[in-house]
């Protein structure tokens, strides 16, 4: 019913930067938080922002004053620029989305496929 697509990973160095994109379609009534989880190899997948609806932010300690959450509402779309990549932040990142759907009016939790960020040394 819902459809949750991320892009824009790839391969960058160290210092760099990248722009993620998460866009949620389908049968949407509103969307209400939408975060950034990250899963490194052989570790758990951990949150890494969150914005809500109404554009409130949290960040992990690892990201803070790097990363910045951002989301267009009307595009049902959030972004992740990311800055100062660091070797560590290398994973799939991952988007969820807590949607209320039309039909039932009630709300569920959709993941994307995930995208790759790689960063070199």
């Known amino acids: 019913q819902v459809q949750v697509v991320e892009s824009g990973g790839g391969l960058v160095q160290a210092g760099g930067s990248l722009r993620l994109s998460c866009s949620a379609s389908?049968?949407?009534?509103?969307?209400?938080?939408m975060d950034w989880y990250r899963q490194a190899p052989g570790k758990q997948r951990e949150l890494v922002a969150r914005?809500?609806?109404?554009?409130?932010?949290n960040y992990a300690d690892s990201v803070k004053g790097r990363f910045t959450i951002s989301r267009d509402n009307a595009k049902n779309t959030a972004y992740l620029q990311m800055n100062s990549l660091k070797p560590e932040d290398t994973a799939v990142y991952y988007c969820?989305?807590?949607?209320?759907?039309?039909?039932?009016?009630?709300?569920?939790?959709?993941w994307g496929q995930g995208t790759q960020v790689t960063v070199s040394s």
């Open positions: 969820n989305a807590d949607v209320t759907i039309i039909t039932t009016k009630r709300s569920y939790s959709y």
């Open positions: 914005i809500t609806s109404g554009g409130g932010t």
């Open positions: 389908g049968n949407i009534l509103r969307i209400n938080t």
